[in-house]
T-cell receptor, first 115, second 113 residues
Framework: NAGVTQTPKFRILKIGQSMTLQCTQD?????MYWYRQDPGMGLKLIYY???????DKGEVPNGYNVSRSTTEDFPLRLELAAPSQTSVYFC??????????????FGPGTRLLVL | GNSVTQMEGPVTLSEEAFLTINCTYT??????LFWYVQYPGEGLQLLLK?????DKGSNKGFEATYRKETTSFHLEKGSVQVSDSAVYFC????????????FGDGTTLTVKP
């Protein structure tokens, strides 16, 4: 199993450009998440999904969009990139049922620099 | 709402020293508690977990006990190594919170030879 994979690993964007961060998991997990981690800070939840076709906002959704057309994929779209979106982005997944302990499995991250 | 408060860092220790990183939580339900570790340049990975009161999670010499009476889940290791240098995150997962976990801000540990 590859687990959670993310592409690209690093990207430089100009202000106003857009891009999609890719995330794929091969563990048949129902829940998927996008976080951002700013330097020296903890994780902030951007969006999450409880299953294919269902997404919801986290703490910091502004400037981002997501979709979940399949169980495996959960891409994050940045429209009109701004310097404030410079961060490291982590995708995670978990298998959640009633009473499960919800361990999250993280990808290696995408480092984004907006100039 | 739920919250996790971690001991502020950074923490610098000499090799073979004893480690404690404090973590306390606030939750409305009956959460599961986790410690995740993030090595430089990598994503988070599960270090240990405990799913109910008085459970002890352990892995790689690290331990943490789920204390409901003090709402705490402190991480301990008896003898740290240079390879333990990383950022440690305390987290909780609450079945009443629609699938969202709550993470602490992380504590950076540096172990010097």
């Amino acid at each position: 199993n590859a687990g959670v994979t993310q592409t690209p690993k690093f990207r430089i964007l100009k202000i106003g450009q857009s891009m999609t961060l890719q995330c794929t998991q091969d563990m048949n997990h129902n829940y998927m998440y996008w976080y951002r981690q700013d330097p020296g800070m903890g994780l902030k939840l951007i969006y999450y999904s409880v299953g294919a076709g269902i997404t919801d906002k986290g703490e910091v959704p502004n400037g981002y969009n997501v979709s979940r057309s399949t169980t495996e994929d959960f891409p994050l779209r940045l429209e009109l990139a701004a310097p404030s979106q410079t961060s490291v982005y982590f995708c995670a997944s978990s298998y959640r049922t009633s009473g499960s302990d919800e361990t999250q499995y993280f990808g290696p991250g995408t480092r984004l620099l907006v100039l | 709402g739920n919250s996790v408060t971690q001991m502020e860092g950074p923490v610098t220790l000499s090799e073979e020293a004893f480690l404690t990183i404090n973590c306390t939580y606030t939750a409305t339900g009956y959460p599961s508690l986790f410690w995740y570790v993030q090595y430089p340049g990598e994503g988070l990975q599960l270090l240990l977990k405990a799913t109910k009161a008085d459970d002890k999670g352990s892995n790689k010499g690290f331990e943490a006990t789920y204390r409901k009476e003090t709402t705490s889940f402190h991480l301990e290791k008896g003898s740290v190594q240079v390879s333990d240098s990383a950022v440690y995150f305390c987290a909780l997962s609450d079945t009443t919170n629609a699938g969202k976990s709550t993470f602490g801000d992380g504590t950076t540990l540096t172990v010097k030879p």
